[in-house]
């Protein structure tokens, strides 16, 4: 520890110690310090407190432990919870012509007259829905040949290629194994146990692969099909997210619409995979998506999700106690109210509401703390998450606020959040894919069924006539 010689209290700082320069110099060095400290620990806290709720993260990656309920944005209808009045309601209702009758009688005597001998005055009926026990059914197809009496020619029927083999499945059962697999995620592992236990046929994982691979080749001009239908689509919701193939991080592409839904897997998130798909480059219509730079390299008609953006702003509130965010919140659920009753930027509310809105990011701006250089860090300055998100709401305020301005824009992707989200629900249940082609083979079929669910198509059905290589159109 330096020592001082100190004579009196004017007395300066002999040279066995450091002077009041040195120490002043050294507390503003400490203090600056300790500012970039607090600050990178409030980043890490903040960021170890996001989750599916104040972020883009999805749920599957909330872990074990279950975040707290998030803060609904809702107001409150006042209606009691359950059904409300005037609700039909679902119940079991007899059937009028059951498939199989059984009577019960009574049994015993009574004064010495055996009671199973006398005539009913009236049921009480009671009825059991269930089903017949499962059996496979083994139907053997004969193509016989004839030879022609006057001249010896044989004629022989012509054998359909779904009979090419001595022994094969059934299109009904290669239909029931891809809707388990597919359409249920149920893992193959399960899926053949289950094939085994239910039905009484046993077969390989490599079967039911092969099962799923065929389907899929059924499929690919329905895919074809479905491309062409969004490209030309006035409103398409985009969005992408991450899937694990043969051990590496590939990525799942979502294009959907109210009747449509097309996925592709690809190596790549962003501009090169936007290219390979052959969708994005030539649509021209209203594109919705989060705010991936990417999709700006396309001339389509921008709309950025809200509901992205709320989430960021209910972690800039909650986790960075920022009251803006607080405001803007406010402000953006005031103006999808607004639209939602049917008013129009010409109406003074949602004037008054622009303006408070544009008025409360210039003023967050000016608060928050300006893009720097970091000491030792060489490339763009550096902006934090705070100014990074105000910066964004700023230069891409059209593409937020487009639902305002234009009638028929959603207020967020939830369209295609929700169908991508089933491609994270593979991942969950089975882990990853072993390999790309096992990935384009769900893609493709889960778009089918995901086409067909939205126009009001069983799916068991619909799987059916792509196994007879009958699918239905785009």
């Known amino acids: ?67 707290p309920a998030p803060k609904s944005l809702r107001k409150k209808s006042g209606k009691k919870s359950g059904g409300q009045p005037g609700h039909a309601g679902m119940n079991l209702k007899p059937v009028e012509k059951p498939d199989i009758v059984v009577p019960h009688l009574p049994t015993g005597s009574c004064c010495g007259i055996n009671l199973s001998s006398l005539k009913p005055e009236s ?47 059934g299109s009904r059962l290669i239909a029931l194994v891809t809707n388990l697999n597919i359409f249920h995620h149920m893992p193959i592992d399960r899926l053949t146990g289950f094939i085994k236990s239910f039905v009484g046929v046993s077969m ?55 009747s449509e839904t097309l996925y592709i897997p690809h190596a790549k998130r962003g501009g090169v995979a936007m290219l390979a798909n052959g969708i994005i480059e030539r649509f021209k219509g209203i594109g919705v998506h989060d705010c991936l730079k990417s999709y700006f390299r396309f001339a389509f008609i921008h709309v950025l999700c809200c509901a992205h953006l709320l989430r960021e702003l209910i972690f800039m509130r909650d986790e960075m106690k920022k009251r803006w965010a607080g405001r803007l919140i406010a402000i953006l659920i005031a103006l999808k109210t607004a639209r939602e009753k049917g008013l129009t930027t010409e109406d003074k509310r949602i004037q008054i509401l622009l303006g408070r809105w544009d008025a409360e990011v210039v003023r967050a701006l000016q608060g928050t703390k300006k893009a720097y250089r970091r000491a030792g860090i060489r490339g763009r300055l550096y902006r934090g998450k705070v100014r990074a998100l105000l910066e964004r709401i700023r230069d891409y305020r059209g593409d937020f606020l487009r639902f305002v301005y234009e009638d028929g824009v959603p207020f967020d992707n939830n369209l295609s959040e929700r169908d991508i989200r089933m491609a994270k629900l593979k991942q969950k249940v089975s882990g990853c894919f072993r390999s790309f082609r096992g990935a384009v083979d769900f893609c493709r079929i889960r778009s089918y069924l995901s086409t067909m669910v939205k126009r009001g198509n069983d799916p068991m059905e619909a799987l059916l006539l792509a196994a007879q290589g009958r699918p239905l159109e785009a």
């Not at 066995?16 to 980043?43: C, M, Q, V």
């Not at 009480?124 to 089903?131: F, T």
């Not at 099909?225 to 490209?231: H, M």
């Not at 409103?235 to 051990?247: Q, Y």
């Open 204 to 258: 390989s994982e490599g079967t039911v692969v092969n099962m799923i691979r065929r389907m899929s080749r059924t499929l690919e001009e329905f895919e074809e099909q479905v491309r062409e239908k969004i490209i030309l689509s006035i409103l398409v919701h985009f969005d992408e997210t991450g899937a694990r193939i043969a051990g590496k991080l590939n990525w799942i592409h979502s294009h959907s619409t109210s």
């Open 1 to 67: 520890m330096a020592k001082f010689l100190v004579r009196d209290s004017t007395e300066k700082f002999t040279d066995f110690a450091p002077g009041p320069d040195y120490l002043f110099g050294l507390i503003t060095e400490l203090k600056e310090e300790n500012n970039r400290l607090r600050e990178e620990n409030a980043a890490l806290r903040a960021q170890l407190n996001q989750n599916s709720s104040n972020s883009s993260r999805p749920p599957s990656s909330d872990g074990p432990r279950k975040p």
């Open 123 to 169: 049921f009480e009926n009671r009825q059991v829905i269930d089903i017949p026990p499962v059996a496979p059914i083994v139907t053997e197809h004969q193509y016989g040949k004839v030879i022609c009496p006057k001249c010896g020619k044989i004629h022989s029927q012509s054998i359909p290629a779904e009979h090419s083999q001595l022994v094969q499945y």
